[in-house]
C-alpha cells in the first residue's frame, strides 16, 4: 500500500436498482468505500445484500447505477483489459478442455498461438494443473474448477482480480487451500483483489479491508481494517478470533442469534 | 471395453432376431400376400436393389439430405439470433408461433404448382417441416444459456461475435444434432408422401408403383429401403453429436 493513499478501486454514493415486473427494487443504497492499489478487501453481507451486483458494476458487466465509480482513477468502462472477474461457479465452458478455458481471454484478444501457449503453461503451473490441461471442465473437481477459474483471469495478468464468492461451493480442506494459495499468487503478484464473500473467517483470512454490507438494498454497515492478512498462521492468533467475534456481532444482531439464525455466519 | 462391445454386439443380434421373428410370425397369422415375412421381402430387396431400387434409393437419399442441410443452414443462425437477440425475438416469435402449428405438408400442391413436379418442390416441403422442427429447440437452448457463463467471458473482453463463436455456438450445437435427428424421421414420412405424388422416381413412387401393379414382395423392398434410409440418417446423425460433441460424452 502507498502511503499516499493510491487507490485501485473508488466508489462514492452507489446506488443500484433492479427491475422488475415493472417495480424498481433498490439492491444498494449509497455505498462508497475505497481499496488502495495492490491491497485485498473483502465484501461480507448475508444474502440478497447486493454484494454480487457492486462486483458487476466494478467489472464493467452492469451500467445502469448511479454514483461514482473510479478503478485506477478512470470511470468503469466494460472494456478495461485489466479487470478479471471469476464469477460463483468459476464460469468454464464444458465444451473447452482446461487449456482451451484458461487460453479464452488471450484467443479473444487475438494473442499468437506461441504466445498464448507459453502464458497458459505459465499460469496452468502455477495453480498445479497443467497436467489437467486435456480434461473437460466436467472432469475436474470443484478445487481444480476453481483453480482453472484462476487461472484464466492471472492468464490476463490483472492488475484487478474480482471474485464473486470463490471458495463457498468447496469443502472445508479445500477451501483453506485455496484461500492459502491466493493469498501466495496476491503476494507474488501485487495485484488488487476484491472479494466477495458471506463467510466471517473468509473474509477476515483474505481481505485488509473488510467492508460489511447490510441487507436489501445493501448499504455499508462498517469499514474494519484488518492489517495482519498474509502473516503466517494468522488463522491461528487470538486477534484473528476476537476479530470474527466483532464481525459476528456486528452482521448478526443478538436477538437474531438467540432465534438460530447465526448458523449461517460460521 | 471389448467384454461390453460384445455384450452390445448381442444385443443387437437379440432385437434383429427378435424383429425378424415377430414379422415372420404376424405375416404368418395375416395369410395375405399383402404381408409376405421376411425371408421373401429381403431376397426381393436385393434383387430389386441390382435393378431399379438403387437408383430410386440414390434419388431419395439425395432429396432428403439435401433438405436436411438446407434446413441445418437456415435455422441455427435463425434460432442462434433469436434466442439471444431479444429485440429480434420479440419481432419474429409471433410469426414463428403462427406458422408453427401449421401441417406445412398441405402446401404441396402449391409449390407443385410453383417449383414443378421436380426435386424443388419436394425439397422446398421437407425444408420448411424440418426447419421449424429444429429452430424452435435451437432458439431455446440458445436463449437458456447460464447467463453468468456468458458474463465470464464478456468479463474476459468478448464482443459479440466472440460470444457467439465460444459460448451460443457450441452451447447449441448438441439440441442441433438432437433435433435434426428427431426431425429425420418427418423427414422422410414428408419424402415418401411427396414422392407418392405425380412422381416418376424415389422410393416413394417405387413403393407405390408397386402396390399398383398388387407386386407386395417388391412393395416391401420399397418399404425395407426407407426403412434403411432413415436408419442410416439416424446413426450418422448420432455419430455427428458424439464427434462433434466430445465433452458429452466424457
Known sequence: MSANGELMVRVRGLSVSYQQQNKEIPALRDVSFSVPKGSTCALIGPSGCGKSTLLYVLSGLLRSWSGEVLVDGAPVTSCRRQTALILQDYGLLPWKKVYDNVALGLDIRGESREKKYIKVKRVLNEVGLWEMRQRYPSQLSGGQRQRTGIARALALEPDLLLMDEPFSSLDALTREKLQRQLLEIWQEKRMTVVLVTHSIEEAIFLGQRIILLSGSPGRVLDIVENPRVGEAGYRKTAEFHALTTKLREKLVPERVEISGGAGRWK | ?250
Not at chain 2, 414379422?23 to 421381402?41: D, K, T
Open chain 2, 1 to 250: 471395453m471389448n467384454g461390453r462391445k460384445w455384450a452390445s454386439a448381442l444385443y443387437v443380434t437379440f432385437s434383429v432376431t427378435f424383429l425378424l421373428l415377430g414379422w415372420e410370425l404376424l405375416s404368418l397369422a395375416v395369410n395375405n400376400p399383402a404381408l409376405p415375412g421376411p425371408l421373401p421381402a429381403l431376397t426381393a430387396f436385393f434383387r430389386e436393389l441390382a435393378g431399379g431400387l438403387w437408383g430410386h434409393f440414390l434419388v431419395s437419399s439425395y432429396r432428403v439430405v439435401i433438405s436436411l442441410v438446407i434446413s441445418l443452414v437456415l435455422a441455427v443462425p435463425c434460432g442462434m439470433v433469436m434466442g439471444r437477440e431479444e429485440k429480434v425475438d420479440r419481432l419474429v416469435a409471433p410469426l414463428i408461433y403462427i406458422i408453427y402449428p401449421v401441417p406445412k405438408i398441405v402446401f404441396l400442391p402449391v409449390l407443385m404448382v410453383l417449383l414443378g413436379i421436380q426435386d424443388a418442390s419436394k425439397i422446398t416441403l421437407i425444408t420448411l417441416v424440418v426447419f421449424f422442427q429444429i429452430l424452435v429447440p435451437i432458439r431455446d437452448a440458445a436463449r437458456g444459456i447460464n447467463p453468468d457463463l456468458v458474463n465470464s467471458v464478456k468479463s474476459l473482453g468478448a464482443r459479440r461475435r466472440d460470444i457467439y463463436l465460444h459460448v451460443v455456438w457450441p452451447a447449441v450445437l448438441p439440441e442441433v444434432l438432437t433435433s435434426l435427428r428427431i426431425a429425420s424421421g418427418t423427414a422422410i414420412a414428408v419424402l415418401f408422401f411427396s414422392e407418392t405424388i405425380s412422381s416418376q422416381e424415389g422410393l416413394g413412387y417405387y413403393l407405390l408403383d408397386a402396390w399398383s401393379r398388387a407386386v407386395y414382395t417388391e412393395m416391401f423392398a420399397g418399404i425395407i429401403a426407407m426403412s434403411l434410409l432413415g436408419f442410416i440418417i439416424y446413426t450418422v446423425l448420432e455419430h455427428l453429436e458424439r464427434w462433434a460433441c466430445p465433452w458429452k460424452y466424457v
